[in-house]
Nanobody, 123 residues
Framework: QVQLVESGGGLVQAGGSLRLSCAAS????????MGWFRQAPGKEREFVAT????????NYSGSVKGRFTISRENAKNTAYLQMSSLRPEDTAVYYC????????????????WGQGTQVTVSS
């Protein structure tokens, strides 16, 4: 089992940047593909990005591709989401998730979830 704790959320102006962190504890971090999802008020949770356990493969949703970058440091048991050129529509609670299998774009691809961190982008 693994425990996930997100941090780094906050309030930022449109066009700004934030870096989210996801600290993992428990089972070996490098055993998991990692993903980021987000949920805006009144909307379903949606896929943002995923990274393979080695860090060699990444995948992004179309709405964030080119603006967000997912990364990980296995030695620090941490995954990151660097967000740039933020837009008001990026406002959401951001969740990190860990997959024992192959991290995909569906929530069911992931076994463990963090509690989320709020990101608010003002116009």
């Amino acid at each position: 089992q693994v425990q996930l704790v997100e941090s780094g959320g906050g309030l930022v102006q449109a066009g700004g940047s934030l870096r989210l962190s996801c600290a993992a504890s428990g089972r070996t971090f490098s055993s998991y593909d990692m993903g980021w999802f987000r949920q805006a008020p009144g909307k379903e949770r949606e896929f943002v990005a995923t990274i393979s356990r080695s860090g060699g493969m990444e995948n992004y949703s179309g709405s964030v591709k080119g603006r967000f970058t997912i990364s990980r440091e296995n030695a620090k048991n941490t995954a990151y989401l660097q967000m740039s050129s933020l837009r008001p529509e990026d406002t959401a609670v951001y969740y990190c998730a860990a997959s024992l299998w192959s991290g995909g774009v569906r929530e069911n691809d992931y076994n463990y979830w963090g509690q989320g961190t709020q990101v608010t982008v003002s116009s």
